[in-house]
């Protein structure tokens, strides 16, 4: 997929304002709308000049183009990064399919999935309730096992006196529920956007992700791990101790377990109703031969095992 410049399709600088921004798309809509251009691709044109507009008339969209496209030139080979967009606060609305069906790949990657919550409006009289807002956080595997409240800062693009697009920085006590999942959202009633008429604040409704662990990887609730054998280990079985975020599990392996297979705990993943499994992943690690009686050891067993790995079946 190829980076789309939104700025230099509408013709504007980076730091145009927003009135800037309009003004370019309404010359370049008299110039590319089908119904009064002569241009060959008006067509084609007035459907790139309407997804920049898209973007960048919006503040919390161009903040998030701006964060995710800085340095990536027009053409140049583009794929976000895993959570690029984790840490900005977003209105409820968005794109519906229908709207956004003809705008490119390169929006549809960034932007297919903002708005998918409802809004949270709804009219009773002259009074509304204000918007629900969302936001992707991302929080540590820890988190979920244990429970904790962390302090969260989240970005939120608003428009100066000026017309252009700046971050502020909004920070909340989040209560993290005990065996949390990925994709899960946490509601914080109240934390959206204004009420209209005297109408309640919406709800700011945080999906949540996990950072990468060094050890561990969660899947719903099951969680996995490489778990690191000895030979003698793997060979006559053994009971090992693994160390979890909720405390220490005693594994037992079985003799003759082989790199690659996969041993399941029932119970000792996520926790919830009911809790996930752990799932290990065995790997048999040799000791190096780095000394004379290692490699006086590693000597023995070529003579005295009839071992040969290559075998037909073992391949």
């Known amino acids: 997929?190829?980076?789309?410049?939104?700025?230099?399709?509408?013709?504007?600088?980076?730091?145009?304002?927003?009135?800037?921004?309009?003004?370019?798309?309404?010359?370049?809509?008299?110039?590319?709308?089908?119904?009064?251009?002569?241009?060959?691709?008006?067509?084609?044109?007035?459907?790139?000049v309407?997804?920049?507009?898209?973007?960048?008339?919006?503040?919390?969209?161009?903040?998030?183009?701006?964060?995710?496209?800085?340095?990536?030139?027009?053409?140049?080979?583009?794929?976000?990064?895993p959570d690029w967009d984790a840490g900005f606060e977003f209105s409820g609305h968005g794109f519906s399919p229908h709207e956004a069906a003809g705008f490119s790949d390169f929006f549809a990657e960034l932007f297919g999935h903002m708005g998918a919550t409802p809004r949270g409006t709804r009219?009773?009289?002259?009074?509304?309730?204000?918007?629900?807002?969302?936001?992707?956080?991302?929080?540590?595997?820890?988190?979920?096992?244990?429970?904790?409240?962390?302090?969260?800062?989240?970005?939120?693009?608003?428009?100066?006196?000026?017309?252009?697009?700046?971050?502020?920085?909004?920070?909340?006590?989040?209560?993290?529920?005990?065996?949390?999942?990925?994709?899960?959202?946490?509601?914080?009633?109240?934390?959206g956007a204004p009420g209209v008429g005297g109408g309640p604040t919406g709800d700011l409704l945080l999906e949540v992700q996990?950072?990468?662990?060094?050890?561990?990887?969660?899947?719903?609730?099951?969680?996995?791990?490489?778990?690191?054998?000895?030979?003698?280990?793997?060979?006559?079985?053994?009971?090992?101790?693994?160390?979890?975020p909720g405390g220490a599990v005693k594994v037992r392996v079985p003799a003759g377990a082989q790199s690659g297979r996969q041993l399941r705990v029932r119970g000792h993943g996520l926790p919830g109703e009911p809790p996930g499994d752990l799932l290990l992943d065995l790997q048999v690690v040799l000791p190096p031969a780095d000394s004379p009686k290692a490699r006086e050891f590693y000597e023995t067993m070529a003579r005295e095992l009839a071992f040969e790995p290559r075998r037909s079946g073992r391949t």
């Open 1 to 48: 997929m190829q980076f789309k410049d939104y700025y230099q399709t509408l013709g504007v600088a980076r730091d145009a304002s927003a009135d800037e921004v309009k003004k370019a798309f309404r010359k370049l809509a008299r110039k590319y709308h089908p119904d009064v251009s002569k241009e060959a691709d008006a067509e084609a044109r007035m459907q790139e």
């Open 50 to 81: 309407n997804e920049a507009y898209a973007v960048l008339s919006d503040p919390e969209k161009r903040a998030a183009y701006d964060q995710v496209g800085r340095g990536y030139q027009p053409g140049q080979d583009f794929r976000p990064p």
């Open 123 to 191: 009219s009773a009289g002259f009074r509304a309730q204000g918007e629900d807002h969302h936001a992707k956080v991302l929080l540590d595997l820890e988190d979920a096992f244990t429970g904790a409240t962390r302090q969260i800062n989240l970005r939120v693009p608003q428009l100066d006196a000026q017309g252009r697009v700046h971050l502020a920085t909004r920070t909340l006590n989040v209560k993290i529920p005990r065996g949390v999942r990925a994709g899960q959202v946490i509601r914080l009633a109240g934390q």
């Open 210 to 244: 996990f950072r990468p662990h060094p050890r561990l990887r969660a899947e719903g609730r099951d969680v996995h791990l490489t778990l690191a054998l000895a030979p003698w280990e793997a060979a006559l079985g053994a009971v090992v101790s693994v160390d979890l």
